[in-house]
């Protein structure tokens, strides 16, 4: 029985496999420790972007906080303030400003149409005038009427009076307005007082001619 050769090839075949297979397993275990290593940073990272986030939140909830808190404090001050402004504001239709000024409200029916008019005007002016001397007589006028007897139970006709009761301008006065009006619109105020007084002066000097004559007979 012939015994067999030892192949050297066969041995260095298997020598080079072995090698092969360990170096795999050490890249692989190479690539894994990488691995795990780039994981811890990441996880690093994202704990750090987390701490960040968390730090801005925190910083955004506290402004947010420290602005409500103004916005309320604004509301509260602005509430104030317009509590005051409407306790000092005067409970009249005709409103008196601060820069020499006066608002006119009026309602009133003419020719069958009930008028809704408001207007700022100088306090000055001959259309403020007009209008607060007209107000005066209405009040005048209402003072001076007798107090009548109170009804308990008010009639159909005395509701239907009350409901309708709107400020009537008659036609003479409601001219006296539009007049008025014109007159400040086109600023002739002063010349009509001018050209009123020499009238009036040529009605004197005609008066007294007239004495003189009557004297002289």
Known sequence: MKEEEYDSSEDADFQLE???LSSEEEEEEIIENLHQTNLEVISDQQREEVNDIWKQLSGLGQKAIVNTDQGNFKVA???????????????????VNDDKTITISR???????TIKEE????????????????????????????????????????????????????T????????ASYVDKNKISDELKY??????????????????????K
């Open 195 to 216: 050209k009123n007084r020499d009238g009036y002066l040529e009605k004197q000097a005609f008066l007294t001619r007239v004495d003189e004559k009557s004297r002289k």
């Open 77 to 95: 001050e602005n509430s104030v303030k317009s509590e005051a402004i409407k306790t000092e504001t005067v409970p009249a239709k005709d409103r």
């Open 119 to 170: 207007k700022t005007v100088l306090i000055d002016s001959e259309e403020a005038k007009a209008h607060l001397n007209s107000t005066k007589l209405k009040e005048t006028s209402k003072v001076s009427k007798p107090l009548g007897r109170k009804r308990k139970r008010p009639s159909l006709i005395d509701a239907v009076i009350s409901n309708s009761n709107q400020t009537k301008l008659s």
């Open 107 to 113: 309602t009133y029916e003419f020719a069958g149409e």
């Open 18 to 20: 072995e090698s092969i």
């Open 172 to 179: 003479l006065e409601k001219s006296r307005l539009d007049w």
